[in-house]
């Protein structure tokens, strides 16, 4: 009996992670389908307390970016996740440090071309309030292949738990 | 499955056999009191630092301790692996215990048969000072806890980012805890009145570690029940529970006593599966349920989204823009007390009508849907903590050397600036946590409904519903984390 249950579970594993498997690969298939020419953006990145404006930044895998900051209140930072880029933003000034791979330097512009596909917060890095380390936007980089695979195995543990129930757990006692 | 049976199955690890000097450290009455002190003093610190310290919270060694080192710790590591094992070396309500007791690490052992003169109120074989009156029966459950905990949540801009705000709830913990022992028998604050303790409750029930009786014969045939009643080797269960009978974490504080008092060494430590327990006995159990996803969910727009306005509306004591906060605040409440529960409760009327099934009664069904947020729920918690931890947790490096912000360097870390760790990893750990969380919670709800509506094409029925809107709160959590 002990033998039995444990065959189903494993079985019904074996059900659930081809299900979460295929619809993975679906949704990573479906995010990489179709060809992208890089384009260039220019974006004026606006940080006041607490805000990034805009807050949201959605480009392409390739694009390339052409950021220019400006502060309204106090000093805020703009500190990209996985980019190794920390920009400090002065207000009333065009010009931006902006700190890379260990060198600083002051600009008006930082270039940077978008080569990982994934969502990548940008943050406040300068101290600069109450709220600070919840000052976030957030630069969506397509295909995502990360939130389409697992929104697809969302849908495949629901459809596969789903499915192994109907076809594998044994009919109980009658109701 | 939560059946009073003992916990030694195949399937768990009796840690006090397997090591006998583990055993004899959890029986000394110096522990958990030797954790439990320097907590207290380290307490006293950081709401010291609150008081009189920086105001900048990122630089105040109680707003970055307890919301960033102590929250993802809780939430993180001692809920999944040790239970309520925090509640055991808890501060907040050591004084309290000490004015009932007046033993630092003594027992009052009174024996009833042989009269019960002596100051203060004789419980089972040991006395307690104070009132010591019996919590009322209509408030032993969680709605206490649920609106405390979501007071609380509504100001939590404000508890998170300012010392003083944090420092007065900690203190008015420590007043409520030590004013309630004071009143009332053992740990009733903590049983009924705590708001940490209401969330722990609720998701210690999916943790690795449970304290339960080896052998449910052994208690049977038991004629001390010095578990409850205590002995000369410790107080009753101060957590008002019948520990050889206990048969869910809920209500289990690991304080150890009955471990401590079985004169056969009956009590033990368990190492079992995650996500073990699953079933939910009351509506206040389902509505702690509700209540938490909708906080984790809300939280997640707040402080994770980069909608700015939000956090404006969110930030009263800054902005004070009150009619922002109003809206904020009604949005929070009817989130959490209407949409929420509203869906959940839905899907289980609908399955119900579904499995056409009228005899099952219609809160039996609402508790089993609700039985998936248990494991769910927490996973949702901790892939909303992850990020804070690994985005601000050098600040604990900075402001474990300078907790007053008043320019000490007591490890030589204070200087160490901002430095996020791996923090472009979090979606991915944040998809994995809800994924795992989506499938626990799909299982226990699942296992729930079978056991409620017997056939399998009837559970598939009255399951199906919630199972849907299981996905789709996994899925709006997923937009939001890497979408």
Same mark, same amino acid.
């Given at each position: 009996?002990?033998? !039995? ?17 295929? +619809? ?35 480009? !392409?895998?390739?694009? @390339? ?6 502060? @309204? ?11 190794? +880029? ?8 065009? !010009? ?7 060198? @600083? ?53 629901? +459809? ?16 | ?64 301790? =307890? ?28 004084? #309290? ?59 939590? =801009? ?53 304290? %339960? ?39 289990? #504080? ?62 009263? /004591? ?32 609908? #399955? ?87 499938? /626990?919670?799909?299982? /226990? ?8 509506? #017997?056939?399998? %094409? ?26």
């Amino acid at each position: 009996m002990q033998a !039995q249950a444990g065959e189903s579970r494993r079985r019904g594993a074996i059900w659930g992670m081809g299900a979460l498997g295929i +619809l993975a690969i679906i949704g990573i298939g479906a995010a990489g389908a179709g060809t992208h020419a890089p384009r260039e953006h220019e974006i004026r990145v606006t940080a006041g307390r607490y805000f990034f404006e805009p807050a949201v930044i959605r480009v !392409q895998r390739g694009d @390339t970016l052409m950021l220019r900051f400006a502060a @309204t209140d106090v000093v805020h930072g703009f500190y990209l996740e996985g980019h190794d +880029l920390d920009v400090t933003i002065p207000p009333l000034s065009r !010009q931006v440090e902006a700190k890379r791979a260990g060198a @600083t330097e002051l600009v008006e512009e930082v270039v940077l071309v978008a080569e990982r596909s994934g969502k990548f917060r940008y943050r406040c890095s300068k101290p600069c309030g109450a709220m600070h380390p919840f000052m976030v936007g957030e630069l969506v980089v397509g295909p995502n292949h990360l939130f389409r695979a697992s929104a697809a195995s969302a849908i495949g543990l629901l +459809l596969g738990g789903l499915a192994w129930v109907r076809l594998r757990s044994p009919e109980e006692r009658p109701g | 499955m939560n059946a009073p049976a003992p916990c030694a199955t195949t399937r768990t690890v009796d840690l006090l056999a397997r090591w006998p000097r583990f055993a004899w450290l959890l029986r000394r009455r110096w522990f958990p009191l030797v954790v439990a002190v320097p907590l207290l003093v380290l307490t006293a610190t950081f709401v010291s630092a609150g008081l009189v310290g920086t105001p900048v919270g990122n630089r105040n060694g109680l707003v970055v301790f =307890v919301w960033i080192l102590w929250w993802f710790l809780l939430i993180a590591v001692l809920v999944p692996f040790a239970a309520r094992s925090w509640c055991g070396v808890c501060p907040v309500p050591l004084l #309290g215990d000490w004015l009932q007791r007046r033993r630092v690490l003594g027992v009052t052992f009174a024996d009833p048969r042989q009269g019960k003169e002596g100051p203060g109120t004789q419980i089972g074989r040991n006395r307690y000072r104070g009132a010591s009156r019996r919590w009322p029966r209509r408030l032993s459950n969680l709605w206490l806890q649920n609106l405390g905990f979501l007071l609380l949540a509504t100001f939590s =801009v404000v508890l998170l980012t300012s010392p003083l705000a944090s420092a007065l709830a900690v203190g008015g913990m420590v007043a409520a805890a030590t004013g309630v022992a004071l009143l009332y028998r053992q740990r009733t604050f903590c049983r009924f009145l705590c708001p940490v303790g209401g969330f722990l409750s609720l998701y210690s029930m999916s943790s690795t570690l449970a304290l %339960r009786a080896r052998s449910s014969s052994v208690c049977g045939d038991c004629k001390e029940k010095s578990c409850l009643a205590g002995s000369e080797q410790g107080w009753g269960c101060p957590w008002l529970e019948y520990p050889s009978r206990m048969a869910r974490n809920n209500a289990c #504080g690991l304080c150890l006593e009955c471990v401590k008092t079985c004169p056969h060494g009956n009590m033990s430590l368990f190492v079992r599966p995650p996500f073990a327990e699953r079933r939910l006995e009351g509506l206040d159990e389902a509505f702690k349920a509700f209540l938490m996803l909708a906080l984790a969910i809300a939280y997640s727009v707040v402080y994770l989204g980069p909608w700015g306005g939000l956090k404006a509306a969110a930030n009263v /004591a800054e902005a004070v823009d009150w009619r922002a906060f109003g809206l904020y605040a009604g949005g929070l409440w009817a989130l959490a007390l209407g949409v929420v529960p509203g869906l959940y409760l839905a899907a289980a009327w609908l #399955g119900r009508r579904l499995a056409r099934t009228p005899q099952v009664p219609a809160r039996a069904a609402a508790l089993a849907g609700a039985s998936t947020l248990v494991p769910f729920g927490l996973l949702v918690w901790i892939a909303f903590s992850v990020p804070l931890v690994l985005a601000n947790g050098s600040y604990v490096l900075a402001a474990g050397s300078d907790p007053f912000g008043w320019g000490w360097n007591l490890f030589g870390t204070a200087a160490i600036p901002w430095t996020p760790v791996v923090p472009h990893w979090t979606p991915w750990f944040q998809a994995g946590l809800l994924l795992v969380g989506q499938g /626990a919670g799909l299982r /226990a709800g699942w296992l729930e409904n079978r056991e409620l509506y #017997g056939g399998r %094409r009837r559970a598939l029925l009255g399951f199906a519903p919630t199972a849907v809107l299981l996905a789709a709160t996994a899925l709006l959590l997923l937009a939001l984390y890497t979408g």
